[in-house]
């Protein structure tokens, strides 16, 4: 059933009336949103108001009960299981409080992993994940694995690995949690840095107040509404 | 696979007033023996293949030298015969198939209150063999042959766990030949006969090899030989049979064919003999055979009438009163099969007064009721 | 006490708790000990029921026999009966000789049917066997006409099953081979045994007659002793003076023995194949015992947090380790207990193959009732008990050494085990090995020798190459990463080869099998190539002529003289080469000596020569032979010398001049000149011979001849001969081949299962991989791949340890227990079809594992 739903093409991200429940627990009750190109947004809430659970149904990883949600103005709902890996392949970009870095891998190789998913070609994909690298200041690093790397500098692979394959939102899952105050801050930076110049929207989970600097707009979700 | 050749253990001689002219061959085939036959020995004393049976008989009382311990003994040896037109496929000396030999061991020691025996069947052949030549017996553990001094013979029984009783037998009368002409008359077929030939008493001496130790015996035995080639009557059910030995030198035998309806067939008879080995005899009318007690056996259940009174008329002497009471009570043999257990044992005999006369070995046969269905 | 209460709670509280998220694992493993176990006693089930019997058929009719009267060649003339006339008159035993043959009835065409057992008792003789008045056994209402039967020239008795199987009635005749004549026999009654086994395949007749069906007049195998008191049988003073007693008086040519002791001496002549057999089924348990520490090992490794929390609370660790033992022994238990039904159903696939295999290398046999004593039951429950506790003990003892505070801040960060990752202990094992080839072989009671040193070296190099096997795992895993430049290649070869303990264990346990499979195809591989070798060399006659329808080593009734004579007196018949052969006693155990002509063997016939005719000088004063390098090896005959066999004629000394290669049989084989031969035996009669015909003669027409002449012998040409010859091969290893399934089956088992453990403990990979897009078949290629890379890397190992255990099976443990020396061959398409089919296998689990922890996620 296709949704009837008018085209904002400036529109990343479109969330109306999403409901979704773990049994008789109403997670998300009713959530509109709409972020638009460039937007960078902080979602605050207390534990279980159901911010994860967003973010979740978001990437697709959920599914939502009721209402829906547009990315890029397509409903996620109407795609298959492939379609919506796909989606995830190609528009989104993650990044979680605990980096959720492969352990086997290089940090080059953990970059690298999204634009191999969506078959960039090598030379590119190489050229790019250099220049992010060094935009993310860890260039002497690349050929490390996540277990010889530092909290923050760990994270900055995470970031580097989410913009990578050049996606349209990036979901950060309390992306300095893990950190301590000064590699937060950097990473922080770093992500609005990186954010304005590939001109990618930016939804970012976070318990912290002073993490909401770099962003545009701050809302609560509270009891599974956003307020 | 098992043989019961045991119905013709016995068989019976009666003396019938008229001469009944036997044939030359019984209805199977096999010779029957012929009247007016003088045996000749020591070839007699062998095995006469072309007859249908024939076995040897040793029963007897011994005591130990020091007189301390007494027993009683049984070896028998049986040669059956097949069928006289059976082909002989093997002439291979180890497996024969024309004769079947059969051997019953029994000894009684009376002050212990100990009875051992034991039955074999074997074919003819590397564990039975039997020379026509000669007594010269050697079927499972019982081995016979005539030693070359006055017509000794020696006759080695063995009993379980090594046991081994070696005798010598001297004879102390002539050798008796029953029967009118030379032939016991067993029934009203004609070819119901056979040559019977007895030593009523025999001086035995020999060794006792108990539980590794030995032991010298002596002691007084009775042996009988008998040929035939006829099988026996209807309507039997079994046979009582005793030999007596009497102190005062004579010996007395004695039988009665039982009839299914309890009474004795006329062939029953009392045989004397006399110091000198002459014989008389009376039949079923002349004499009376009553049990006066009877023995339960543990073993099979079986109750043999094992004490007995038998009052007979000598044709010259009178009523004469003989008590045969047994020595051992557990003197039942039972074989392979137990229906057809029988009692055998070793018997002292009273007077009328209850004193003691002499020794006598009694047969109680039949009385599992197995026999009589074999007899017919 | 507190402590083992506390033990049971969290063994009730966590570790079952545990087993309820992860039910289909412990099933498995469950499943695995079972096999094992099953396997082991499955085994040990079968051999016993296979060689229960070792050809006293006649106990079926007579009951059981407590001593046997036999000769050194296993064969007695009845004249012998004469000399045990006297001990056979003491009423407390009964003496039973005994002839026995195999034949083969025909049926109504004059083609091969059944093969039968033709047994010949002294039918009138059993009537005094005690128990057979227990039995009841019935030969019918025949007793009374006994001289109709008795003796006779071929009535038999057969079971009224038999008769129903061979479609015949009472008074049938059945025609049959036997000694190379077409023989009938007549069929007097059934026997009722349906109060006594009465084996299907055994027919019974009087001792004459079956000598006359078997042409083999005068003879006996053996006589058997029943003791007339079978009450005191258990009495063992009784039967030491019963025995006393008969062998005061025994003939001196003749033994007497426990028939016990019989089954016990076959037994141990067969002991090398059973070993081989036990080892063989071990390796089930060898590689369940691993499986079950890797399981548990993830456990733990899954439970670190847990327990690390625990510790923090203050647990003891010494109720954590007791926590994980039970746990070892909760799976050890369950799983034994399966075991034993699992092994009486193997037993009951594998009891009539080994009863083959046995009768076509060794004695006639034939198979019990397959049984189940407590004492199965016991050892199966202890030994798959003290497997899984063994293998329970590593991690239980990893799980108490938890540390809390490093556990609790570094996440679910394990170390695994540590000393899998040193190959200092892999490479301290094949030294070892190394070490232990050069232990001399353990000499075995019936003769037969065990390569303990070959067995010890084949153990050291398995376990060294399981444990460097990770090793190679990850080098290969690095060298082959730089070349992926794929994301699915790439994570594959990354996570090898970072080389989890868990990707070690999983490669490990793989090798194990491999290692023993691909050994055992050299050996098989190996022997086929040399027998086919030996046989185009060895077998160089036009025909050969045996007698027909006996197949295998068992009861052979050879060739009857009369015919033999005729045979190769035949016109078309340029050279004849017959060969006698019977058992002969050495000092230990059994042996062969055989009857050739010698100038030919030593000049004409060819042979694979160990050592030329001549090359060796005899012995002065002994008999100059001609011996197989079996023989030479157990009697430490290779370089010459000489040694004594008990022959029917006495003990005879023979002095080899020659060695040459024999893989007929495992006792050795030695070969004196016929007339000597004859002299010594006392027989005439032959086993089988070799016709060279004359120049241009047309094989093939001559043989279809002679077969029509002669139509009780096989008659074939050299090919014909090979591919029966191969056949019985292939029998022999049929019993080793599915042991090697159940292995392999066990091993693959354990794969899925470590495989599972992998991309369970990986979960955090694949969710953060579900982040990035990666699609569901993706993640299934991964798993697929990295199963199939474990595969081929416990190929290669495998392969390199198991040419290693190819070398050692054929040069050092088949020359050591057996005495043959094979050409070793490796079977490259094997290996390479195994490798294909491991790949194969190893991606097949990648992805069900894989799917498997989808499934679960949901």
């Not at chain 3, 005094?128 to 039995?135: A, D, K």
Request: proline share 4%; aromatic share 10%; hydrophobic share 40%.
């Amino acid at each position: 059933m296709a949704s009837l739903k008018e085209n904002h093409p400036e529109h990343v991200l479109e969330i109306s009336s999403a409901c979704k429940s773990f049994g008789q627990l109403g997670v998300l009750k009713g959530v509109n949103l709409i972020i638009k190109k460039g937007e960078r947004i902080a979602l605050m809430g207390p534990s279980g108001s159901g911010k994860s659970t967003l973010l979740n149904c978001i990437s697709g990883v959920e599914n939502l009960d009721s209402g829906d949600i547009f990315l890029n103005n397509s409903s996620i709902r109407e795609l298959n299981r492939s379609g919506v890996e796909a989606l995830r392949r190609e528009s989104i970009g993650y990044i979680f409080q605990s980096f959720h870095l492969l352990p086997t891998l290089t940090a080059f190789e953990n970059i690298e992993l999204p634009a191999q998913l969506i078959d960039m070609p090598k030379d590119e994909r190489i050229e790019k994940v250099r220049k992010i690298l060094k935009l993310v200041g860890l260039s002497s690093r690349s050929q490390h694995k996540p277990d010889e790397l530092s909290g923050g500098e760990r994270q900055r692979v995470a970031i580097a690995r989410a913009l990578i394959h050049n996606p349209h939102l990036v979901l950060a899952d309390e992306p300095t949690g893990s950190l301590d105050s000064k590699s937060g801050d950097d990473v922080l930076s770093l992500l609005e840095e990186l954010s304005i110049e590939q001109g990618v929207a930016l939804l970012m989970v976070t318990h912290d107040r002073t993490s909401t600097r770099i962003c545009n707009r701050v809302i609560s979700i509270q009891d599974g509404c956003l307020v | 696979m098992r043989f019961l050749f045991f119905n013709y253990f016995f068989i019976f001689q009666i003396l019938s007033a008229e001469w009944i002219q036997p044939p030359d061959r019984s209805p199977k085939g096999y010779l029957v023996p012929s009247p007016d036959y003088t045996p000749n020995f020591p070839r007699d004393h062998g095995s006469h293949p072309k007859y249908g049976i024939e076995w040897w008989y040793w029963v007897g009382h011994l005591k130990s030298v020091n007189e301390k311990r007494n027993f009683g003994f049984q070896s028998t040896v049986f040669r059956i015969a097949g069928s006289p037109e059976g082909k002989i496929y093997n002439s291979i000396r180890s497996f024969g198939n024309q004769n079947l030999f059969l051997v019953h061991s029994a000894l009684s020691d009376l002050g212990n209150k100990k009875y051992i025996h034991h039955e074999r069947v074997y074919r003819e052949g590397w564990q039975a063999k039997a020379s026509l030549d000669n007594l010269d017996l050697s079927v499972g553990g019982i081995e016979a042959k005539l030693l070359t001094e006055k017509n000794q013979q020696q006759v080695i029984t063995r009993y379980q766990n090594g046991d081994r009783l070696e005798l010598t037998f001297s004879p102390l009368k002539p050798l008796i030949v029953f029967g009118d002409r030379g032939l016991s008359r067993k029934g009203e077929s004609p070819p119901a006969v056979s040559w019977y030939w007895s030593y009523t008493r025999l001086q035995a001496t020999g060794k006792l090899f108990q539980n590794g130790k030995e032991v010298s015996v002596k002691g007084i035995a009775w042996m009988d030989h008998e040929i035939s080639s006829s099988q026996l009557g209807d309507g039997l059910e079994g046979w009582d049979w005793t030999c007596m030995q009497l102190k005062d030198g004579t010996e007395v035998k004695a039988y009665r064919l039982r009839t299914k309806d309890g009474g004795s067939d006329p062939w029953s008879a009392v045989y004397w003999i006399d110091t000198n080995g002459k014989t008389v005899e009376v039949y079923a009318d002349q004499f009376k055979w009553e049990s006066e007690d009877q023995w339960k056996s543990p073993k099979t259940g079986l109750i043999y009438p094992n004490t007995v009174r038998i009052t007979a008329f000598h044709p010259d002497y009178g009523k004469r009163v003989y008590r045969i009471r047994p020595l051992l009570d557990s003197q039942e043999f039972t074989g392979t099969r137990s229906d057809n257990a029988y009692w055998e044992g070793a018997c002292e005999v009273l007077n009328n007064e209850g004193v003691p006369i002499g020794k006598a070995y009694l047969e109680l046969a039949g009385y599992g009721g197995g026999l009589g269905a074999r007899l017919n | 006490m507190l402590s083992f209460r506390l033990a049971i709670l969290l063994l009730f509280r966590t570790t079952f708790r545990h087993w309820r998220k992860n039910l289909g694992s412990y099933f498995l493993l469950v499943g695995i000990v079972a096999v094992g176990v099953g396997a082991f006693n499955g085994i040990r089930q079968a051999s016993r029921s296979a060689s229960a019997n070792f050809g006293l058929f006649n106990q079926a009719v007579s009951g059981q026999s407590d001593f046997l009267i036999e000769s050194s060649t296993q064969r007695l003339n009845s004249n012998i009966l004469q000399d045990l006339a006297q001990i056979s008159k003491e009423p407390d035993w009964h003496l039973l000789p005994v002839i026995e043959g195999s034949v083969t009835s025909l049926d109504s065409n004059g083609s091969p049917d059944q093969q039968l057992r033709l047994v010949g008792l002294d039918l009138l003789s059993l009537a005094n066997l005690p128990s057979l008045m227990e039995s009841k056994f019935d030969f019918g209402k025949e007793e009374p006409n006994w001289y109709e039967w008795l003796g006779s020239e071929n009535f038999v008795w057969i079971g009224s099953e038999a008769g129903r199987k061979l479609g015949i009635e009472e008074g049938d005749e059945i025609s049959f081979f036997a000694s190379g004549r077409v023989r009938e026999m007549v069929v007097r009654k059934f026997i009722d045994a349906s109060s006594v086994s009465f084996p299907d395949d055994l027919v019974i007749g009087d001792l004459p007659t079956v000598q006359n069906l078997l042409s083999r007049k005068g003879e006996l195998n053996r006589i058997e002793v029943i003791v007339d008191q079978i009450e005191m049988r258990e009495n063992l003073n009784f039967l030491q003076g019963i025995k006393d007693r008969i062998s005061k008086n025994l003939p001196k040519n003749l033994t007497l023995k426990a028939t016990q002791n019989r089954a016990a001496d076959r037994a141990s002549m067969t002991a090398a194949f059973r070993l081989n057999l036990t080892i063989l089924s071990l390796i089930a348990i060898l590689v369940g015992a691993y499986l079950i520490l890797q399981a548990l090992d993830a456990a733990v490794v899954r439970r670190r947090a847990e327990v690390a929390t625990l510790i923090s609370l203050g647990v003891n660790r010494g109720v954590l380790f007791i926590t994980f033992l039970f746990e070892s022994a909760v799976i050890g238990v369950l799983g034994s207990i399966l075991g034993i039904g699992v092994g009486w159903f193997f037993a009951f696939l594998s009891a009539q193959m080994l009863a083959d295999t046995v009768n076509a290398l060794y004695f006639a046999t034939t198979i019990e009732a397959i049984s189940l004593t407590l004492q199965d039951c016991l050892f199966g429950l202890c030994l798959g008990f003290l497997f899984t506790l063994l293998a329970g003990w590593l991690p239980a003892r990893d799980a108490m050494q938890t540390p809390p505070a490093q556990i609790l801040s570094r996440g679910d960060w394990s170390p695994g085990f540590s000393w899998l990752r040193k190959s200092r202990v892999g490479i301290v094992l094949i030294l070892s090995g190394l070490i232990f080839l050069v232990f001399p072989p353990f000499p075995l009671a019936g003769g037969g020798k065990m390569a303990i040193g070959g067995f010890l070296a084949s153990g050291c190099w398995i376990l060294g190459a399981a444990l460097l096997s990770g090793h190679v795992l990850v080098r290969l895993a690095g060298l082959i990463k730089p070349y992926c430049a794929g994301p699915i290649t790439r994570l594959v070869f990354s996570r090898l080869q970072d080389g989890s303990s868990r990707h070690r264990l999983s490669v490990a346990g793989l090798v194990v099998a491999v290692g023993m499979v691909t050994g055992m195809f050299q050996m098989v591989d190996s022997f086929r190539i040399t027998i086919e070798e030996w046989f185009d060399v060895r077998f160089q006659a036009d025909l050969y002529v045996s007698e027909r329808g006996v197949t295998g080593a068992g009861t052979i009734n050879g060739i009857d003289p009369l015919v033999m004579d005729k045979l190769v007196h035949e016109n078309m018949v340029s050279y004849a080469d017959i060969v006698y052969i019977s058992y002969a006693k050495p000092p230990e155990g059994i042996t062969i000596l055989s009857g050739v002509d010698m100038k030919a063997w030593s000049t004409q016939i060819r042979q694979l020569w160990l050592k030329k005719p001549g090359s060796l000088k005899p012995v002065e004063g002994c008999e100059p032979a001609l011996i197989s390098e079996t023989f030479a090896r157990r009697f430490d005959l290779i370089d010459g010398g000489f040694i004594e066999l008990d022959t029917m004629t006495g003990k005879k000394k023979i002095s080899p001049i020659g060695i040459f290669s024999d893989y007929g049989n495992e006792f050795g084989t030695a070969a004196v000149d016929i007339p000597i031969w004859k002299e010594w035996t006392q027989s005439e009669r032959p086993i089988n011979v070799s016709l060279y015909l004359g120049k241009g003669s047309n094989v093939n027409e001559i043989r279809d001849q002679l077969r029509l002449s002669y139509p009780g012998l096989d008659v074939r040409n050299a090919s014909e001969l090979r591919d029966v010859a191969l056949g019985i091969f292939e029998q022999t290893f049929k019993a080793t081949s599915a042991l090697n399934g159940i292995g392999l089956m066990v091993a693959f088992a354990g794969l899925l299962l470590g495989l599972f453990a992998i991309f369970d403990e990986s979960s955090r990979t694949w969710f953060t991989l579900d982040y990035l897009g990666f699609s569901r078949k993706q993640f299934l290629l991964t798993a697929g791949l990295e199963g199939a890379a474990i595969g081929m890397g416990a190929w290669i190992s495998g392969s390199l340890v198991g040419v290693a255990l190819g070398w050692l099976l054929i040069n050092v443990i088949n020359v050591q227990s057996f005495g043959w020396t094979l050409q070793w061959h490796l079977p490259w398409t094997d290996f390479v079809i195994f490798g294909l089919l491991l790949f194969a296998i190893g991606f097949l689990s990648g992805v069900l594992s894989a799917a498997l922890w989808i499934r679960k996620q949901k």
